[in-house]
């Protein structure tokens, strides 16, 4: 055990005293901080028809149609969706099945705070994966803060089809990102053939870069300033 004399606390406290003026006379007074970017809703004219058709021409795809959904807006979040879809030009996609083509789904969300948003975002991707455990999760780059992707594929099943020698796979592509307060989070599927596989992710992959890129048209970014 340590024994400290009577005149030792009084010493200390002095020095403490003297610690805290000389610490408080160079310490430089802190600059009011500045606000956190954040991002605002511009517009909630989400996938026009216009906007799709570009992507299908962009994907050379045919008799492109979409659905938009209400904009809800409950204070803590700002969100509205929309679907796309369109028929495949390139023969190279062609199964058994008849005329078919990629269906893309996109939801764009505003959050009141960067908490909630980076909440929504992890709880999204670590569901997914969960849902998903055959296929990892990637990370994406771009000039988001965080990007994930996930693609996995559901063989067709002769059986359910009622047709033999149906080589054909449903493939999905599924992926979110944030920045800030915003939240981007798509989904992509699409039937080809089999030996296709590959080619069809990518084709997946690019509408839903594309579907991000319209989602982020209908937001600016503010620093409240």
Known sequence: MVVVGRWRPRLLAVAVAVLVVACSSDSPVPEDSQPSPMYEVTSDA??????????????????????????????????TWCVMSGLWKDERFATRLGEAGPTGGVSLEVYADVESALRRYEVTRDRRQELVPQSPVTRVDGWWDE??????????????????????EVILVY???????????????????????????????????????????????????
């Open 46 to 79: 989400l996938c026009s028809q216009s906007a799709v058709d570009a992507m299908g021409t962009q994907l050379s795809l045919a008799d492109v149609v979409r659905r938009t959904g209400d904009p809800v807006d409950d204070g803590n979040k700002w969100i």
């Open 147 to 168: 990007g994930w992707r996930i693609q996995w594929y559901d063989s067709v099943d002769d059986a359910s089809t009622e047709r033999g020698g149906v080589d054909a």
């Open 175 to 225: 992926g979110g990102i944030r920045h800030h307060n915003l939240v981007i989070l798509v989904d992509t599927r699409g039937t080809v053939p089999g030996p296709m596989r590959d080619e069809g992710y990518e084709v997946l992959s690019d509408l839903g870069d594309l579907l991000i890129e319209e989602a982020r048209r209908h937001v600016t970014l503010s620093t409240g300033g």
